[in-house]
Every structure is written in C-alpha cells, then in structure tokens.
C-alpha cells in the first residue's frame, strides 16, 4: 500500500519581535509570570499588510526548496487558518496565485490550533490514494490580530507564523494512522465571537479564552487521542522518536509528553520563541527539528494539535 509522506518543511516568522520585556512596559505583566506559567519568551507579529498568505508563501517556498519540487509540480495546496486574507477567495487560493501554481486544487481548512492536523490528515487521504501527486500543506496564521494588546490573559499568549509540508506518495515511509476529534459543546471555553468587514468590527473581535478549562481539555483529549492512534497503529510510545505536540504552552506539553509516556529529551518545543502560532505551531516546531538534524529520516514521529471548537488530533508517522 502506498503512504503519503512528508518529503520538505519549511517556516517562516515575521521579522518584528515581541519580547515579553516590551509587553511589560505596555500591560500589566511580568517576564516572570509569562516564563512560568507558559514557557513563552518573545513573539513574532506580522507587519501592518502582511497577509496569512504572505506568511504562507515563504513557508511554501523553503518546504517546495527542501523537497527538491518547484511550483509546476504541486497538484493540491491546503491552507489550515483561523485568519483569512479575506472571506473569499480562500487563502489556498491566494496562495496558489502567488506562488505560480497553475493547476491543481486548492482549498481552506479551519479547525484553529488543530488546523494543521485536520490539513494534514486530509492530504494523506488525497495522496496515498493516487488521487493527488503533490500536495502543499501549510499552517499560518496571523493571530495578532485577533487579541485585545490591552487583554493581559490573552495577549501574552500568541504570535504569527506559518509552517508549511510537501506531501508526496512514497512505497515506505509516511503516515501510518491520524485520529481527529471535536466537540462543539466546548466552543464557548476559546472563541472570538464576532469579525471585521471592511475595517468595521462586528461584534467583539477578540479571542476570549478560559483559560483552565482549555488546559484540562488539552490534556485530556490529547492523551486519549494519542491512545488511539498508536492502537490503531500497532506501536507503543517507546516506538516515538519525536513527539511533536502544539506549541500552546510548555506546561501543556510537558503534562501531556508525561501522559503519553514519551522523555522529555524526545519532545520538541519552540513555545519559548514564538509564542502560541495556531496552525503554524506544529508545522514550525516540525521544521525547526528538521532543520537542527534532530528528526532524522526513517524515524517515527507523532504530532499532535488542539484549539477552539474544542477540536484536537494526532499524526503518527514514518519521517
Ligand atoms: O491552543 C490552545 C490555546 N490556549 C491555551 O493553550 C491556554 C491553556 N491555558 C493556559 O495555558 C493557562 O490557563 C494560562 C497560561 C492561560 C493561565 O495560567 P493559569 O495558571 O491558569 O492562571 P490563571 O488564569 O488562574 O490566573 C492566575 C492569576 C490571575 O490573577 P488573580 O486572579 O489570581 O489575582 C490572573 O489575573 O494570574 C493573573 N494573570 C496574569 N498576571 C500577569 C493572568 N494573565 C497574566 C499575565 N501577567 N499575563
């Protein structure tokens, strides 16, 4: 049977830092409660007319270049995003524009933090089929935009950045099992209710979070999802040489690595560089670890995503 397998990553970060320093001269914060409670250091936030899909172009680009294809190979381009260009066209399509691809399908998926792992799981359907050749799968966002800068609970919490795989068929390595979930009666726990239209805001713009309600749910649903993933697999997590979780918190990502059973020195997190990116959090991590050597070919790999629905999910699969 033929497998849909990650061939490139990429990533990209805006270039404006925002230290946890700088938010302490604006909000009612310390470096020290930020580091302790999160992990976070510093965030990176778009400039003003920088677009997800700017984000998601040079992410594009790096993973297209380390997978050794060009723009006249990609046959399907997923965007997983929480934070359009624009209500339509999708982002995908935006995307597929600016990169010069001219065939080949292109659409958005939204399911918040989770997003990459919904995109992911649904490329590997579309791949390992036969059905598409080449697909571009990115995470990015720009959620800088969506927090209240003057909302202490929330606005240290989040930066911008996309992440971005090529998925291509190979006969030995590649995705061995995904589990998605959701539950829509914990939407209310993150959500940002109302939007802006053209410059107006409809309703409240901003994300509202419960903050412990989100984190026991994280840990919950995350560790049962692991579960049956590596059940539906036939693996064990001493089988896991990367756990690649969202990049929500340091906290989460240590209770959960402990619950799934995979050491410390196995997970990767980048939390501290850039903050909660949504849907970029785990392509970005993935990248990162790709790119210091860390994740090497061959080696069995599980990420994982949770966010606003509740919805959360689980990769596992060959590098
Ligand atoms: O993709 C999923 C996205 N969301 C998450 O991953 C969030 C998951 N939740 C969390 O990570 C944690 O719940 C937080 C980091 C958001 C908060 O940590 P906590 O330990 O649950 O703190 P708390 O909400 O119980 O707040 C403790 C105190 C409060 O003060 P009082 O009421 O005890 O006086 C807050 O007002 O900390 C205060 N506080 C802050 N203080 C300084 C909240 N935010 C800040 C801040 N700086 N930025």
Redesign the pocket.
Known sequence: MSLARIAGTGSYLPERVVTNSELEGRI???DE??VS??GIEARHVAADGELTSDLALQAARKALEAAGRGPGDVDLIIVATTTPDMVFPSTACILQSKLGVQQGAAFDVQA??TGFIYALSVADRMVATGAHRCALVIGAEVFSRLLDWND??TC??FGDGAGAVVVSRDEAHGILGTHLGADGSLGHI?RVTGGIAEGAVRGNPFLE?D??A??RT?IRTLGESAQTVLQQTGLRARDIDWFVP?Q??A??INALADRVGVPAERVVTTVARHG?T?AASVPLALDTAVRDGRIQAGETLMLQG??GGMTWGSVLLRY
Do not use: E, K, Y
Request: charged share 15%.
């Open positions: 009612d914060t310390s409660w930020i409670r999160t918040v933090c202490r609970r240290v919490l993150l979070m903050g412990q989100v984190f994280a969202h929500a918190n906290r989460i909660n949504s949770v966010g």
